[in-house]
């Protein structure tokens, strides 16, 4: 602060104080306090600033050995917010009515250094006779503005007897302002940190997991937990090496300094990708471990379809040259056997049977080569869509399938509750009814239940045709290689009528999901989109 500036404030601060009509020889009369309420308000927007205050003053007295001081810490507006230091300097100012709560302004207690730190946005002091009141001309006091987001947010005063003075005290006073600030913006930045990686940690869609040099949890996130079948941070301060499937790793981790990544393992029925690394201090000493696993089931699904696409694709090349080399000789074999049949009349009736077995094997050979044909078709990744009643397409499958239902004792369950119009390509979409109740059909040996249900999705805007079977079920491993061509678990199956199945309804833009066990059973489910 230039000298010439503060004497000419002191001068005409002194001005202002005997126009407010004050009289030097009186004592300070402030004449408003805040509410306590108001109060501790105030103190709570500063709360950080305070509490970090406190700590460097308290440290800042300790180092005035000798020197009896009072700090008093500011808002940005003036009010004492809280004091502390001797107890004999804090009685003699509070019995001046200078207490928490009281505006330091010069209408009320005269010069103070206070109110000109505030206006002047710079540090200030007032020693002995700067002071307009005359009881007031034994004391110094030393202000400095305190800073927060470029903006200034209060003061930091020291108080102490004039002939204390030294010419290091001001100095003191705002190296300690200077560091408080300083903590204040790391506390801050610090905060601002946990709270971002709080929200990092709690909403992350992967697994985190922290341990200390020991091996101990220390930090587990909740999609973690989720994972791993905890909750509630059970898992925190356990060893990591009781935890299941990534308790080896993390422990060897630990013991080895090695790294983990990309390693694949199985949790919750889902397949995730796992990385560990140990974590070292500034003297490259391991303090910790650091893991995280992200769900990848997702992924390793789609790389399926897309390596099923391709299967589909090569075999569709491969069935298109097999039919046509295949079927025109077939069809003349047909046509000759056929004619043959009628112009011999053998009396032998074994050569009937022979005739008869012939053209069965003929025609089994002549279904084979048209599922080739039909994956094979040029257009096969086109449909012809009109609007059709689902419900009435299934109540034909399901008569001509009748016959077959009532050999094997099939009780069938039909519940049309979806009965508008739907826009499929019919023949293909019979065709993929067909081949899962046939499946359903097969997979019940005598006296059973299928059900078949039309409805719509409570999950999307959707159709869904529910067909479920009491049958023998299958296993995981079956259920996941459903849609794989040729892959059959029937006696004499080819594996290509769900193969063929899946790709219908993905061309018209639905999906088919199973659900199976064992001994009880399965459901598919076609969901089908409304437009």
């Given amino acids: 602060m230039k000298i010439e500036s503060r004497h000419t404030y002191i001068h005409q601060s002194h001005q202002n104080c005997l126009d407010a009509k004050l009289n030097p020889d009186d004592l300070p009369a402030p004449k408003e306090k805040l509410p306590k309420g108001d109060l501790e308000q105030k103190k709570r927007m500063l709360d950080d600033t305070i ?21 008093c810490i500011t808002d940005h507006e003036g009010y004492i917010l809280e004091t502390y230091g001797d107890e004999m300097i804090k009685w003699q ?56 987001s ?31 600030e300083r903590e204040v913006l790391a506390k801050k930045q610090n905060k601002k940190l946990l709270v971002l990686n709080q929200v990092l940690m709690e909403n992350s869609r992967t697994g985190v997991i922290l341990t200390d040099e020991d091996g101990r949890i220390i930090e587990i996130n909740p999609y973690a937990e989720k994972v791993l079948s905890s909750c509630n941070g059970e898992l925190c301060n356990r060893q990591i090496t009781e935890v299941a ?116 094997e003929l025609e089994r050979i002549k279904n084979l080569v048209q599922q080739f044909v039909m994956m094979a078709k040029p257009d096969r990744k086109e449909v012809a869509k009109t609007r059709i009643g689902l419900h009435e397409l299934i109540e034909d499958i399901l008569a001509l399938m009748e016959y077959d239902f009532q050999d094997k004792n099939i009780k069938i369950h039909y519940q049309p509750l979806y009965k508008e119009n739907l826009e ?79 790709s219908i309804i993905e061309l018209h833009k639905g999906r088919i999901t199973v659900e199976s066990e064992n001994g009880k059973g399965t459901a598919f489910t076609i969901w089908l989109p409304r437009t």
């Fill in 51 to 71: 509490s970090v205050a406190r700590i460097f003053m308290t440290r800042l007295i300790s180092n005035l050995q000798g020197t009896a001081v009072v700090i």
């Fill in 93 to 148: 100012i509070e019995s001046l009515g200078l207490s928490p709560g009281i505006l330091f302004e010069e209408e009320q207690v005269g010069t103070n250094s206070i109110e000109m730190a505030l206006k002047m946005g710079q540090s200030a002091h007032t020693i002995g006779s700067d002071h307009f009141f005359r009881c007031l001309h034994k004391s110094a006091c030393f202000s400095v503005p305190l800073h927060a």
């Fill in 150 to 180: 470029g903006k200034i947010c209060g003061t930091i005063t020291m108080m102490m007897a004039a002939h204390h003075v030294s010419p290091y005290h001001p100095a003191l006073l705002q190296s300690a302002v200077d560091s408080i």
């Fill in 245 to 360: 499937v990534i308790g080896p790793y993390m422990g060897s981790v630990l013991s080895g300094n090695k790294k983990v990544e990309d390693v694949e393992i199985s949790l919750s029925h889902n397949t995730f990708l796992f990385d560990s690394f140990p974590i070292y201090d500034e003297s490259n000493r391991i303090i910790g471990v650091f893991a995280q696993f992200r769900d990848i089931t997702e992924r390793l699904v789609l790389e399926r379809q897309l390596m099923l696409s391709e299967k589909l694709s090569a075999i569709g090349k491969i069935g298109a040259g097999l039919a046509h080399e295949i079927r025109n000789p077939l069809t003349s074999i047909i046509g000759l056997l056929a004619l043959l049949k009628e112009n011999f009349r053998p009396a032998d009736h074994k050569q009937k049977d022979y005739f008869r077995i012939i053209f069965s």
């Fill in 424 to 502: 499929i390509d019919k023949d293909k979409i019979k065709q993929v009814i067909l081949n899962i109740l046939q499946n359903a059909f097969d997979a019940i040996d005598f006296d059973g239940n299928i059900s078949v249900v039309i409805r719509q999705s409570q999950v999307d805007k959707g159709i869904e045709i529910v067909i479920s079977d009491d049958g023998f079920g299958m296993d995981r491993d079956t259920v996941e290689k459903l849609a794989t061509p040729f892959h059959s678990t029937k006696k004499y199956g080819l594996g290509l009528g769900l193969s063929m199945s899946y």
